[in-house]
């Protein structure tokens, strides 16, 4: 009898487990590529539901560096580089709350302006 008590606490802590994995999942974010983005320059207009950005990173598809971003008006985030930026690009977000995400292949090397891109899975 005590064998199948156990077992029921151990489905019933999976489950709960289960439960809170899913609350937890990280928000949705969208990134969407400003006008006057180019080779050289990249601004992104970062949601993330519930949140705002307190610091976002930009790591280009050829770079194991990460490089931060400048914030601008309305939740831009820009960088300007002196050679060609080469996507896709990835990014590392911390919300003001302490969330912290890494997104991987977000914007694609072709990349249209004005076009919304999310995580891949999202």
Not at 50 to 76: A, F, P, Q, T
Request: charge should be negative; aromatic fraction near 10%; proline fraction near 6%.
């Amino acid at each position: 009898m005590a064998s199948s008590k156990s077992s029921g606490l151990l489905a019933m802590a999976l489950l709960a487990a289960l439960f809170a994995g899913a609350r937890c999942a990280a928000p949705p974010v969208t990134f969407t590529v400003q006008e006057g983005s180019n080779e050289k320059h990249l601004a992104v207009l970062v949601k993330y539901e519930g949140d705002s950005m307190v610091e976002v990173d930009l790591r280009e598809h050829s770079s194991y560096e990460w490089v931060d971003m400048v914030e601008g008006e309305g939740g831009v985030w820009t960088f300007d580089s002196e050679e060609p930026l080469q996507g896709p690009f990835n990014f590392r977000l911390r919300t003001q709350k302490g969330m912290k995400s890494v997104f991987d292949d977000v914007i694609p090397v072709n990349y249209t302006i004005g076009a919304t891109y999310a995580p891949p899975g999202q």
